[in-house]
């Protein structure tokens, strides 16, 4: 069975931020985030649900996967009510801490 995902405005507005960055800094693969971010969404709607677990306070489930040559990571819940991939970050793997969540991902 097919999963439904579904991008916050938080996530929606980070990619957008990050394909816009890899537009002007990186011309000689201006669509390499976009082309992993796109396939790694067609990933998400098959199980089972890929990734690694993440530990975060007040948020249950929470896992992330890897976009490996933007070194990006996809923050999501699988969300078993509605049958679904809730995504709620996308932020740079450099950064080496985790991106600000919004409050409706906090299951506690």
């Known amino acids: 069975m097919k999963l439904r995902v579904w991008v916050s405005d938080e996530a929606k507005q980070q990619a957008d931020d990050i394909d816009a960055w890899w537009q002007v800094e990186r011309t000689a693969g201006p669509d390499t985030f976009w082309r992993e971010f796109t396939n790694a969404l067609e990933r998400l709607h098959h199980p ?30 699988f969300d078993e009510d509605e049958h679904a991939i809730r995504i709620w970050a996308i932020w740079s793997a450099i950064r080496r801490r985790g991106p600000p969540l919004p409050k409706a991902a906090r299951t506690s």
């Open 48 to 77: 089972p649900t890929p990734g690694v677990s993440v530990r975060r306070a007040g948020v249950r489930g929470l896992r992330r996967v890897l976009l490996p040559k933007s070194r990006v990571h996809i923050y999501f819940v």
